[in-house]
């Protein structure tokens, strides 16, 4: 069987009528090439169906075309569903998703990342937090002029672009949907200390609380870390109680379906004892068993936009490093069967 000759660059503009620096600008997104010219060179590479050598793409932009993901193992439903969106948003632009975990020791994954730079040359990176909040990452990435986006950081200075939802707000809406429901004694699983939204979405519930001029009891407030381990002993301590909660507000979806489970286990019905409501609004939201109420976070959103941003012409010329943008998307409250009304007149005990 004959072997189908493929087209080269040179066919390209001989086609068009053009040099082949000239169609190397094109495909690059040139702008000093007429709109004659550059109509030219795409109706040749129509017509031949041409596709550039990903090396020789490569060389003659002096990008990679890769853009790194950095996380760390804590909400692994949240980094899922971000990974899987940014890896076909990647794909779209024909660009390639180098996505790099931490567990735990930030000297090891400094050296990780430094090594990511060096090898591969990635034009860019997008930081989960709470890495994105890392000043030694920071610096790195600022010393060797990469571009970076960050998601959900601590601080909102113009260090580069950042994308987030308003924590706050987002906490004070699921508190105050509770409390629409009647609850009065409404429990907080807190997420991990080290990012800012753990303390802002805490800080949302107790806002909300103290609005409707109800009592925030410390024995109510457990710590968790955005694992659904961690929800687990966090929830025995509010519910194995016998004055317990009517309601658990979690930090995230992984520790609230934990909140639901140790209901399970304890004969505490949910949602008929127990009302339960996240946030991210996961795939396990709607998986599980009563169908989770939860913060619907923008999350394959955050992740598109974030790869727009470092494909973007302006970003990889480098004038937003200095110049950062904020992008407060918008959450959505979605009610499930996991939050009801309080029963009546029915003894919290055990």
């Known amino acids: 069987m004959e072997k189908v000759k493929r087209a080269r660059i040179q066919d390209v503009a001989e086609l068009a009528g053009v040099s082949n620096m000239t169609v190397s600008r094109v495909l690059n997104g040139g702008v000093k090439v007429s709109e004659v010219k550059r109509k030219a060179v795409m109706n040749a590479v129509e017509r031949l169906n041409y596709s550039p050598d990903a090396a020789a793409r490569r060389l003659a932009s002096k990008k990679s075309y890769m853009i790194g993901l950095l996380y760390q193992d804590l909400d692994i439903s949240y980094v899922s569903k971000f990974l899987l969106r940014a890896l076909k948003s990647c794909r779209n632009v024909d660009h390639h998703l180098v996505p790099d975990g931490i567990d735990g020791d930030i000297d090891e994954f400094y050296r990780a990342v430094k090594k990511l730079i060096d090898v591969t040359q990635i034009d860019g990176v997008i930081l989960l937090a709470p890495i994105s909040n890392n000043p030694q990452i920071l610096e790195l990435l600022q010393n060797a002029q990469i571009p970076f986006v960050r998601i959900s950081p601590d601080d909102h200075s113009n260090i580069s672009p950042l994308i987030a939802i308003d ?15 009647g609850h009065t004694k409404i429990a907080h699983i807190k997420g991990h200390p080290n990012q800012a939204a753990s303390r ?25 870390y955005y694992t659904y381990d961690s929800g687990i002993p966090a929830s025995h301590a509010l519910l194995a ?26 004969g505490i019905k949910t949602p008929q004892q127990l009302s339960v409501g996240g946030l991210d609004d996961a795939q396990l939201a709607v998986t599980m068993s009563p169908h989770l ?34 992008h407060i998307l918008d959450f959505e409250l979605v009610k499930r069967q996991s939050a009801t009304y309080p029963e009546i007149n029915i003894s919290t005990n055990k």
């Open 167 to 181: 924590e706050f707000k987002a906490g004070y809406a699921m508190t105050e949907y509770l409390i629409s429901l």
């Open 200 to 224: 802002l979405r805490e800080e949302g519930f107790e806002a909300a609380m103290q609005a409707n001029n109800l009592k925030i009891r410390p024995e109510y407030i457990v710590q968790g």
């Open 241 to 266: 109680g016998d004055d317990r909660p009517t309601a658990i507000f979690a930090a995230n979806d992984e520790m609230a379906a934990a909140a639901i489970s140790v209901a399970n286990k304890l």
């Open 293 to 326: 109420t939860t913060i619907r976070q923008p999350i394959m959103e955050m992740a598109e936009l974030a790869v727009d941003l470092l494909t973007s012409n302006m970003m990889q010329t480098n004038k937003l490093l200095a110049r950062g943008h904020r």
